[in-house]
């Protein structure tokens, strides 16, 4: 899956430790006005409960979109 997600700076680190614990693949990050914005692959049963855990860890203030990237032997 192709993950777009935008947060805080402060939050960046927590954000890309919790990426790194379900597989992700990091592309890019880049800024959106005041946002930092990463682009990440991430295997689909890495996502279970991210809506959750991404809202403990920016306390509410990060946005995400995923959609279907490819599929891949694991």
Do not use: C, W
Request: proline share 1%.
């Amino acid at each position: 899956m192709k993950l777009e997600i935008a947060i805080e700076e402060q939050y960046l680190h927590a954000v890309l430790g919790d990426l790194a614990q379900h597989r992700s693949n990091i592309i890019e990050i880049t800024h959106r006005d005041d946002l930092k914005v990463v682009l990440a692959e991430t295997p689909l049963s890495g996502l279970r409960g991210f809506s959750k855990r991404i809202r403990i860890l920016t306390s509410g203030t990060a946005t995400f979109s995923m959609e279907f990237s490819r599929y891949r032997l694991m």
